[in-house]
């Protein structure tokens, strides 16, 4: 158990629907990442939060947005689903923000989008 | 783009047997190297990681290579045990970037 948690651990929704997903971050834990892994693809950086604020964004469509609250707990909103955002999304979380820092991922959340 | 490329998708080795995974970037200011291993329905553990000032990190049954020069880098595991099937990912990020950029993974079977 990484002590990070995400919520929730399936989800099954319809084209053109909104869905938001939730991670909580180990304690003590100021930094939370998001990642998508598709089908046979690796691990695709969407976006990282430090402290309440955006750090840095990778590959994240403008239909997907997220943000981290005053707790830490973060959520990503993904909007006008199509069936390709049908994916596993996984958050994980570090004590900072830094390269250098090891990341601790949540157990996923599978999106499926019919 | 894929900075990041392991081009083996799956690798079958022996118990006891070394089992060898590689890992290729293409990004020179890529200078922080982690693998990690993932079991199915759960998420990626953090294995091992090298920094770009050494060439060799080891720890247990576990040692990872780097060689800059030729942007490679291979994570050894000896010896192989059944309990090591799992996906492996390798990821890189360059200082002051703040992101990872993961490898698309290769599934590791230990055969008894």
């Known amino acids: 158990d990484s002590g990070v948690t995400q919520t929730p651990k399936h989800l099954i929704t319809a084209t053109g629907q909104r869905v938001t997903l939730r991670c909580s971050p180990r304690s003590g834990d100021l930094s939370v990442y998001w990642y998508q892994q598709s089908l046979d693809q690796g691990l695709q950086f969407l976006i990282q939060?430090?402290?309440?604020?955006?750090?840095a964004k990778g590959n994240i469509l403008e239909r997907f947005s997220a943000q981290q609250f005053p707790d830490l707990h973060s959520e990503l909103n993904l909007s006008s689903l199509e069936l390709g955002d049908s994916a596993l999304y996984f958050c994980a979380s570090s004590v900072a923000g830094g390269s250098f820092n090891e990341q601790f991922f949540g157990p996923g959340t599978r999106l499926t989008v019919l | 783009d894929q900075q990041v490329k392991q081009n083996s998708p799956s690798l079958s080795v022996q118990e006891g047997r070394i089992s060898i995974l590689n890992c290729d970037y293409t990004?020179?200011?890529?200078?922080?190297f982690l693998w990690y291993k993932k079991y199915p329905a759960e998420g990626p553990t953090f294995l091992i990681s090298i920094s770009s000032i050494k060439d060799k990190n080891e720890d247990g049954r576990f040692t990872v290579f780097l060689n800059k020069s030729a942007k490679h880098l291979s994570l050894h595991i000896v010896p192989s045990q059944p309990g090591d099937s799992a996906v492996y990912f390798c990821a890189a990020s360059a200082s002051g970037t703040y992101k990872y950029i993961f490898g698309t993974g290769t599934r590791l079977k230990v055969l008894a």
């Open positions: 939060y430090y402290n309440g604020e955006e750090r």
């Open positions: 990004n020179s200011m890529f200078d922080y």
